[in-house]
């Protein structure tokens, strides 16, 4: 009788909880389905831009890589351009012109698609800063160079290394506290005692160095170096703050995939829609041989 009893108890407490359920629904927010604009204005280019169309949240569908979009380049609120779908060497689609980006000058990229929202981004174009001086160590493969940062407050860079013959960024390091880098490749070695980051894209602020001369010493993680004569060169790109934003909330966004992280909202300068239009100007200098 005990054994009953003990049996009983647990299956009438399942019956009343169960009995107390409520079925609650809940319409999520869905956001429409907008343009999303990627491109990165270099004075002395043409201009580039990649379009995509963004999808819901939980939306099994892949962003969409449209080749139908209408793409304007418009500078000083006049239309110089219409861009045209191209492909790269990979297949991969993107909209360009031979229209030459000029420095100092206020660009508009307007992207239109049938059912959709007209989206648009802007920016100020950049002039080139400068690398005044460059020393290489071969042996350490220690690099220093110099610039001089305008007089104006609120500049922003990206450090780049890159063989003459491709395209394709070289790691470095370094302890200078005003670099961070803001790609998925970076991360500090665990062998060095003062604070040594690795990465690619080394991004700065001249907030500790307005209107001064800034020496960047690094080291170049290229181990073909004492094999290889390919020239290598050091590139400062004077970008602009949206840009600087953009990379660095993307940055956040890639840590946030952490499933105990916040979610982190990626900086956007594109009005009824997604995305970036960045501005930039680059130097670049050869180091070696």
């Not at 460059?134 to 104006?152: A, C, K, V, Y």
């Not at 450090?159 to 013959?165: D, G």
């Not at 916040?262 to 930039?280: K, M």
């Amino acid at each position: 009788m005990i054994q009953i009893k003990y049996f009983l108890f647990p299956l009438i407490s399942l019956v009343l909880f169960s009995s107390c359920e409520t079925t609650i629904e809940y319409d999520l927010p869905q956001e429409p389905n907008k343009i999303t604009i990627d491109s990165k204005l270099v004075e002395g280019d043409t201009p580039v831009v990649h379009v995509f169309t963004s999808t819901y949240t939980l939306s099994r569908d892949n962003p969409g890589k449209p080749k139908n979009a209408e793409v304007s380049l418009i500078e000083n609120g006049i239309e110089v351009s219409k861009l045209t779908v191209q492909s790269n060497l990979y297949g991969e689609t993107y909209y360009s012109s031979d229209y030459q980006i000029l420095p100092n000058e206020l660009y508009r990229v307007q992207v239109s698609l049938p059912e959709y929202e007209t989206a648009f981004g802007e920016g100020l174009t950049k002039e080139a800063v400068p690398v005044s001086s460059t020393i290489f160590d071969t042996s350490s493969n220690d690099l220093e160079f110099t610039f001089q940062d305008p007089p104006t407050s609120g500049d922003y860079y990206l450090i780049t290394v890159k063989s003459l013959t491709d395209s394709y960024p070289i790691s470095y390091s370094t302890n200078d506290v005003v670099i961070n880098f803001f790609d998925e490749y970076t991360f500090d070695d665990p062998f060095s005692s003062g604070g040594e980051k690795i990465g690619q894209n080394g991004y700065m602020t001249d907030e500790l160095f307005n209107g001064k001369t800034k020496t960047v010493r690094m080291t170049v993680r290229d181990i073909d170096i004492p094999h290889n004569q390919t020239p290598r060169l050091i590139e400062l790109w004077h970008i602009s703050e949206d840009l600087y934003n953009h990379e660095r909330t993307k940055a956040v966004a890639w840590q946030s995939e952490n499933p105990f992280s916040e979610p982190a909202q990626i900086y956007s300068n594109i009005t009824n829609g997604y995305g970036i239009v960045g501005t930039a100007a680059v130097d670049r200098k050869q180091f070696f041989p």
